[in-house]
């Protein structure tokens, strides 16, 4: 067996093809650094992450695939599935090695994968766009929180970039313990120090603008004011708006 351990990036995993195709040697199985390989390997190669490999890489595959091809890719490796990387890895292969475009050939069980993976990520991006809350903190930077399922943060920063350009904000993944933050000029990444003000999806009181519970009430109340009682169907809310998210939402979380 043949294994090639990466650093779990996604530049890590572009040079991983690159050396797969110089050594002329292809990987039965992709680890981590630090991850135990099977009993018997034939050959273990560590794989140094390189910019230029990387960069060779994504430009053969701009040439192969279209734009659409492009961002599933990017889409897939964010699901972080178990083994979405081999996935990906034997789908550029593939695109790679055959003269004609895979992008369309479902009856390609990996191409089929990557399709409906990259569905998964996509549909949670929308509903992200739609459940995002924010809240206004003492320090005048409005601050949403939220866990998804995959690593969706990177596909929506620009829809409130573009959106709330007069805006101070924060979009911080606690799952991955990582956020964005926008400076009324830039977006850059970052990471909060002490997540301990943050409990249950909800941002501690203490550190809340002044006017801030105020202002929750009211949605509150509109929200409530303008439920039609008889015609609530929890069922379909919750198919439209998983339960996950419920408790980022003002209007759904208690006082």
Known sequence: MIIFKYDKSFEGLLTAVFD???RKEFPDMLLGLDEPGPLFIETEHIVTTDKEK???VWEGLEKKLSSNALNMITHVWLSELEKSDELIFRYIRKTFDNQQNI????????????????????????????????????DDIFLATLTPDHNTLPLIIQHFKDRFRDQQWIIYDLKRNYGYYYNLKEVSEMSLADTNMIKNGQLDESILAGNE????????QYFKSMTI??????????????????KFLTEKYSS
């Not at 105020?214 to 509150?220: T, Y």
């Not at 809310?237 to 998983?242: G, K, L």
């Open 20 to 22: 797969a195709y110089f």
């Open 103 to 138: 992008e369309t050939n479902y009856a390609d069980d990996d191409v089929l994968q990557m399709q409906k993976t990259a569905q998964k990520v996509s549909r949670e991006k929308h509903r992200l766009t739609g459940f995002v809350r924010f809240v206004k903190t003492s």
């Open 54 to 56: 990387t960069n060779r």
């Open 213 to 220: 519970k105020l202002m929750q009430q009211l949605w509150k």
């Open 229 to 246: 009682r008889e015609r609530i169907n929890i069922k379909l809310q919750r198919q439209h708006m998983p339960v996950r998210y419920w």
